[in-house]
Every structure is written in C-alpha cells, then in structure tokens.
C-alpha cells in the first residue's frame, strides 16, 4: 500500500506538476527568445519608416523651393537659401529635438543646426568615434540609389559630449545635388525595449506566482484527498463486512465478485430482476442472456483476469424474474480489501433508452419513407451549422442536382441560390414567419 502510495505521488508529480513547470518555461522562452526580439525588429522597422517618411516631407520643401527657382519666382541661390532656412528650423520627436541636415554630394555640410562648426566644412575626412567615414558613406550611398539608410556614432541630440548609436536615412535632391537626411538613436529603441521586457518580467512574476499558488493549491488539495482517499480504503479494506454493507446501501444494482468465488448481490439487484425481496439465490451466469465479455473477469468460470483500473464496460441482456429481457449497462472496477481482491459490477438498466433510440430511428424511416413517396422536394437543414443539410428526399436532391447523399451532407443550402441576396431574403422570410 505504501509503495502504492508514492507511486501515485510520483504520477501527480509527473502528469501534472511536472508539465505546468514545462509550459512556464516554454512560455517564458518564448517570450524571451522569440516574442521580444521579434518586437525589437518590428520597433527598428517603424523607426525606419518614420524617419524614411519624415525625410521625404524634408525633401518636398527642396522640392517645392526648386519649382519656384524654375518658375522664375526666386534666383537659385535665394531658393536654396529659404529651403535651409525652412529645414534648420524642422523638430520632432518627444523633446522636440529631433532635426535634418543637408550635405551636398562633395560632401561638403550645407547645414547642420546642431553642428554649425560644420557647416561649409568638407567632410571627405570626417569620422566617427569608430572610425567610419560616414559622410562619405552617406554621399556614395545616396548618389548610387537615390536614398538609403546608414549607421554610426554620434552625439546625442544636441550634447556633444555624448557619442552613441545612430541609424540615419539620406535622401539624394540630384536638382542641386544635395542630400537631406535625419536619424534615430538606437538608445531611444532600446529603451522602449527596455520598457517592454519590464513588464514582460512583472507580468510573467505575476503570471508564474498565480500559477504556483494554483499549483500549490491543486497539489495540496489532490494531496489532501489522496490522503482522505487512502484512509477511507484502510478503513474499508479492515472488514468485508463494512464492504458489504457499503455495496448494500448502494442505490444502483451492484455485484461485488471476490477472487475467492464469493458473490454478493444488493437489494438494487434484486429490484432490477424482478424480486420481491433478496432471499432467492441467484446464479450469476444464469442472470444474462447471454455471457457479457469483460476484460476484469469471465463471468462463466468467475475467473478475474485484471485487476488494471481502466474503463471496463458493455451493454448486454438480462432476464428477469418473469422471463422478461432487460438492456442493462455493466461497468466493471476491480477491488482490493483485507488482502484480498476481487471486482465489482455496477449494472444499469437502459432499456428504456433503448426504446427511445428504436422509436426515434422507426420515426425517421417512416418519415424518409413518407418524403420519398412525394413529388415535392422535402429536405431538413441545420441552421446552427451553415446550413447544411441534414437529409432530403429523392424529390429534392433531383430538384437540386444533389448526385448522392455523402454530397448532400457537404452542402450547404446557400450553395443551392445563384444570388446570395436571394438566400438571404428566403432565411429572412422564413424567421419572419416562423416557418
């Protein structure tokens, strides 16, 4: 009993406790290694097409300055003039300090509203803290594509003294051959997703500390019970005889075999037979029509031949008292008491739902029958599941082009109009008419 014992523990441990851990860890690697570098890329792309969206309004001011020089409104070098004028006041961003710049293919900086010793300044030669010539890059890239986006080092917004990542995109203005351009600081993604796992981590502590309460609670409980369970069997293993009553009291009709041939049967058995009282002795063999196969025991040799706790059942015949056939469930569980085992038989009586069963299958043959004789399509459908259909007479699967039945239970009613319209005016007109 005791190695029984911990093994059930043991099972507890693996078919419930153990695949709760797993899933947690799943879910928590998932988030980690899959969810949150999947959001940092969908973060990068945004950043992307924000500062891919801001620069093309930059660009439509050059746009809009060079259609005026064109048209004879302003001299070039006034155009040019008012266009950088209009693009070193541009901010966004949360703290508003966010800008463009303007370099020319050279590159030489045309603009810089943060950096203005650079302004006028060949850049062939400038570098980052990493050594990359990025304006260089930035001119190549753009007088070979048209636009493109480049990475480097630089100062943070507008304090020099701090050198971080940055990811800028360049936009070529061939007209004057000039390129404009702004950018975004990785830290600025960073910390969004900082932000993110923050609360992924709080959420997930919360989540894994709900769960452990549940699991502490259902362990507890299962435990409790399991306790319960195998006091209540020590105490009922002490005497066959408490047993016996139990099976007595038992409000359906059971049969309790123990391996050493003895048979009990309850006052339950008894009613079920047609028996006014439980004094008649009974044979078990002689109760059924016919023997029932069950994989606990062999009711002809009273045999037991499992004692493995799976589902045991069958239907079969019973015959009463006074030569009546009874359809009887019989649900088979081995037992164990006392040092001694055996098996019970709980036996229902269904003969009434077979009654039912056999009425209802007499009143669709009869209704098929009935449909099958009319030169009327006559058909049912299930409303609750598309409208298929559930069955139809041969009127009907003539009238709709229904080649059999597997193909009728595939169609759909809706399938049978040419306009959808049309089918839905019929469905509204029969919920009108409740038809």
Not at 299 to 310: A, D, K, M, P, R
Not at 348 to 372: C, H, P, Q
């Amino acid at each position: 009993m005791e190695t029984t014992y911990k093994s059930r523990k043991r099972n507890f441990f693996i078919k419930i406790l153990l695949p709760t851990f797993v899933t947690i860890l799943l879910f928590i690697s998932v988030l980690f290694l899959l969810f949150i570098p999947q959001f940092e890329n969908t973060i990068m792309d945004r950043k992307r097409e924000m500062i891919k969206e801001l620069t093309n309004s930059a660009w439509s001011i050059l746009d809009k300055w060079h259609r005026a020089e064109l048209d004879g409104s302003v001299t070039k070098e006034k155009a040019q003039e008012l266009a950088v004028s209009q693009i070193q006041s541009l901010r966004y961003g949360e703290a508003a300090k966010d800008y463009f710049w303007i370099t020319d293919y050279s590159p030489i900086m045309i603009m810089h509203p943060y950096r203005f010793e650079l302004n006028n300044k060949d850049l062939n030669d400038f570098e980052d803290s990493h050594g990359k010539k990025l304006f260089v890059e930035m001119a190549a890239l753009a007088k070979k594509n048209g636009d493109g986006f480049v990475d480097y080092m630089w100062q943070w917004k507008d304090d020099s003294t701090k050198i971080v990542p940055k990811l800028s995109y360049v936009k070529s203005f061939p007209h004057w051959e000039w390129i404009i351009g702004t950018g975004i600081y990785i830290e600025d993604v960073k910390g969004e997703i900082n932000q993110l796992e923050k609360k992924i981590i709080n959420v997930s502590v919360g989540i894994t500390m709900v769960i452990a309460v549940l699991l502490f609670f259902i362990a507890y409980q299962s435990l409790s019970s399991e306790k319960q369970r195998r006091k209540a069997e020590d105490e009922l293993h002490e005497s066959r005889e408490k047993y016996r009553a139990l099976v007595e009291a038992s409000t359906e009709g059971l049969i309790m075999i123990l391996e050493d041939g003895q048979i009990f049967y309850n006052k339950t058995i008894y009613n079920i037979l047609g028996y006014k009282n439980d004094s008649h002795p009974l044979v078990l063999s002689e109760i059924f029509k016919d023997l029932p196969k069950l994989r606990s025991i062999n009711i002809g040799t009273l045999q037991i031949t499992s004692y493995e706790n799976v589902i045991d059942q069958t239907e079969t015949l019973v015959k009463k008292n006074d030569g009546a056939i009874l359809n009887v469930l019989i649900n088979a569980s081995p037992i164990t008491f006392s040092n001694s085992r055996g098996v019970v038989l709980s036996i229902k009586d269904i003969s009434g739902n077979k009654e039912i069963e056999r009425a209802l299958d007499e009143s669709k043959e009869k209704y098929l029958a009935l449909t099958n004789q009319l030169s009327i399509g006559v058909f049912r459908i299930n409303c609750a599941k598309n409208y298929k259909f559930l069955e139809a007479n041969d009127a009907a699967l003539s009238l709709l082009k229904i080649a059999n039945e597997e193909s009728l239970f595939n169609t759909s009613l809706a399938e049978c109009f040419e306009e959808a319209g049309d089918f839905e005016t019929f469905i509204n007109d029969l919920k009108k008419n409740n038809s």
